[in-house]
């Protein structure tokens, strides 16, 4: 019997209206594991005032991708790691925090996915969210990871995702599948 895959919005990088509301729907009722927080020109009070609109039975399955001292403050579930933050706060390892990260070729996800509890592969398929971003994996190229076990319960797919790209994806061994333009765009 295979697992089903966890399944995980990404914010748009926009403040939107009725956004905590909105996360908390995907959570209780939506069917979504866990909800990635991404802002990435926000300032730490920007990132408050929609932290503190949402449930604080939500936090934690949210994931911060910035601010990431407000870990301690907001109890959330884990920090994702980028450029813009590429290290791990002291406050991660002291709560227990789940670290997450993205990668953009299958050798990055060899690299990185030993460090930390999931990686992002992307884009997997041509993003809704951007436009002209392109899928950088063939199906071939994909199918020839998961046999080689690179693609596994560790690796999330995010680019293009879908609900009907589902079974695809769980078929390719991925571990989830995030998803950005396809929660927001509606």
Same mark, same amino acid.
């Given at each position: 019997?295979?697992?089903?895959?966890?399944?995980?919005?990404?914010?748009?990088?926009?403040?939107?209206?009725?956004?905590?509301?909105?996360?908390?729907?995907? +959570?209780?009722?939506?069917?979504?594991?866990?909800?990635?927080?991404?802002?990435?020109?926000?300032?730490?009070?920007?990132?408050?005032?929609?932290?503190?609109?949402?449930?604080?039975?939500?936090?934690?399955?949210? *994931?911060?991708?910035?601010?990431?001292?407000?870990?301690?403050?907001?109890? *959330?579930?884990?920090?994702?790691?980028?450029?813009?933050?590429?290290?791990?706060?002291?406050?991660?390892?002291?709560?227990?925090?789940?670290?997450?990260?993205?990668?953009?070729? +299958?050798?990055?996800?060899?690299?990185?996915?030993?460090?930390?509890?999931?990686?992002?592969?992307?884009? *997997?398929?041509?993003?809704?969210?951007?436009?002209?971003?392109?899928?950088?994996?063939?199906?071939?190229?994909?199918?020839?990871?998961?046999?080689?076990?690179?693609?596994?319960?560790?690796?999330?797919?995010?680019?293009? *995702?879908?609900?009907?790209?589902?079974?695809?994806?769980?078929?390719?061994?991925?571990?989830?599948?995030?998803?950005?333009?396809?929660?927001?765009?509606?």
């Amino acid at each position: 019997m295979t697992t089903p895959l966890r399944l995980i919005a990404i914010t748009s990088p926009r403040f939107l209206p009725g956004e905590g509301e909105r996360i908390a729907a995907l +959570l209780s009722e939506g069917g979504f594991w866990r909800v990635h927080v991404r802002k990435p020109e926000a300032s730490a009070d920007d990132l408050c005032r929609l932290l503190n609109t949402i449930p604080t039975w939500c936090y934690p399955r949210l *994931v911060l991708h910035d601010h990431h001292e407000l870990c301690e403050e907001y109890r *959330v579930g884990g920090l994702h790691l980028n450029h813009r933050n590429p290290t791990v706060p002291d406050c991660a390892t002291s709560a227990g925090l789940s670290l997450s990260c993205s990668c953009h070729s +299958l050798n990055e996800v060899e690299l990185r996915k030993p460090k930390v509890d999931y990686v992002f592969l992307s884009p *997997v398929f041509d993003s809704i969210s951007k436009q002209g971003y392109r899928s950088q994996f063939s199906l071939a190229e994909l199918q020839k990871a998961a046999a080689e076990d690179i693609i596994d319960s560790k690796v999330v797919a995010l680019g293009g *995702v879908t609900k009907d790209r589902l079974p695809l994806l769980q078929s390719l061994h991925f571990g989830g599948a995030a998803m950005l333009g396809a929660v927001w765009k509606r």
